[in-house]
C-alpha cells in the first residue's frame, strides 16, 4: 500500500466519522426543539415540569421570563439586551401585567456588567443548580414560568430569532404556551 493510498483511507475515515457525530448533533437537536422526553436528547422535557423556586414570579407577578445563559455564549449579551429593553417597555406601560425578567447563569462573572440586583426590572442570578435543572444542552434559551411555578413554554434562541417579538407574544394577554425552537 502507498503512502498516499493511506492517507487517502485515513482522511475517508475521519470523513465519515465527521459526518455520524454532525448528524447525531443535529438528531439531539431536533429531539430538544420537539420537546420530546429524555430520549435522543438525554435531557428531560422542561415543559409541564415544575421551575426551582429561585425563578419563580414573585407576589402579584403573573409569569416570569427566564433566560438561560453562558458566559462562552456569543449571543448570549444580544438576548439579554433585549429582555432588558422589553422589560423596560413593560414597565412603561400601566396597563400590563406584571412579569418577572431573570436571567440565569452559573457565575455573576458569566455575564459582567449586567444588572444583578433583585427587585429591579430584570435581574441576573446566579443559581448554579437551578441553571443545570433548566440547561438543555443549549444557550440562550428563554423559558415562561408560570404563576403556579410550572414552566409553560421553551424557546431555543438562534441569531436570526426575534427576540423582542417572542418576549412579547410570551408576555402580551394573549400568550401562548406551547414548545418551539424559534
Same mark, same amino acid.
Request: with cysteine; hydrophobic share 50%.
Given at each position: 500500500?502507498?503512502?498516499?493510498? #493511506? =492517507? $487517502?483511507?485515513?482522511?475517508?475515515?475521519?470523513?465519515?466519522?465527521?459526518? /455520524?457525530?454532525? &448528524?447525531?448533533?443535529?438528531? *439531539? +437537536?431536533?429531539?430538544?426543539?420537539?420537546?420530546?422526553?429524555?430520549?435522543?436528547?438525554?435531557?428531560?422535557?422542561?415543559?409541564?415540569?415544575?421551575?426551582?423556586?429561585?425563578?419563580?414570579?414573585?407576589?402579584?407577578?403573573?409569569?416570569?421570563?427566564?433566560?438561560?445563559?453562558?458566559?462562552?455564549?456569543?449571543?448570549?449579551?444580544?438576548?439579554?439586551?433585549?429582555?432588558? #429593553? =422589553? $422589560?423596560?417597555?413593560?414597565?412603561?406601560?400601566?396597563?400590563?401585567?406584571? /412579569?418577572?425578567? &431573570?436571567?440565569?447563569?452559573? *457565575? +455573576?462573572?458569566?455575564?459582567?456588567?449586567?444588572?444583578?440586583?433583585?427587585?429591579?426590572?430584570?435581574?441576573?442570578?446566579?443559581?448554579?443548580?437551578?441553571?443545570?435543572?433548566?440547561?438543555?444542552?443549549?444557550?440562550?434559551?428563554?423559558?415562561?414560568?408560570?404563576?403556579?411555578?410550572?414552566?409553560?413554554?421553551?424557546?431555543?434562541?438562534?441569531?436570526?430569532?426575534?427576540?423582542?417579538?417572542?418576549?412579547?407574544?410570551?408576555?402580551?394577554?394573549?400568550?401562548?404556551?406551547?414548545?418551539?425552537?424559534?
Amino acid at each position: 500500500m502507498s503512502l498516499s493510498l #493511506a =492517507v $487517502a483511507l485515513i482522511a475517508l475515515l475521519f470523513a465519515l466519522f465527521a459526518l /455520524v457525530a454532525l &448528524v447525531a448533533v443535529h438528531a *439531539r +437537536v431536533r429531539a430538544l426543539e420537539a420537546g420530546r422526553g429524555a430520549g435522543l436528547s438525554g435531557y428531560a422535557a422542561l415543559v409541564g415540569r415544575p421551575a426551582p423556586a429561585s425563578v419563580h414570579p414573585r407576589a402579584g407577578e403573573r409569569l416570569a421570563i427566564v433566560a438561560v445563559l453562558d458566559g462562552g455564549c456569543a449571543l448570549c449579551r444580544s438576548v439579554w439586551d433585549t429582555v432588558d #429593553a =422589553v $422589560a423596560a417597555d413593560r414597565a412603561g406601560d400601566p396597563a400590563g401585567t406584571p /412579569v418577572r425578567f &431573570v436571567g440565569l447563569v452559573d *457565575r +455573576v462573572s458569566d455575564l459582567p456588567g449586567l444588572p444583578a440586583a433583585p427587585g429591579t426590572r430584570i435581574e441576573l442570578l446566579a443559581d448554579i443548580t437551578a441553571r443545570a435543572d433548566l440547561f438543555e444542552g443549549y444557550s440562550p434559551t428563554l423559558l415562561a414560568v408560570d404563576a403556579a411555578g410550572t414552566i409553560v413554554h421553551r424557546s431555543f434562541v438562534y441569531p436570526d430569532t426575534d427576540v423582542r417579538a417572542l418576549l412579547l407574544d410570551l408576555t402580551g394577554p394573549d400568550r401562548r404556551t406551547e414548545v418551539t425552537g424559534a
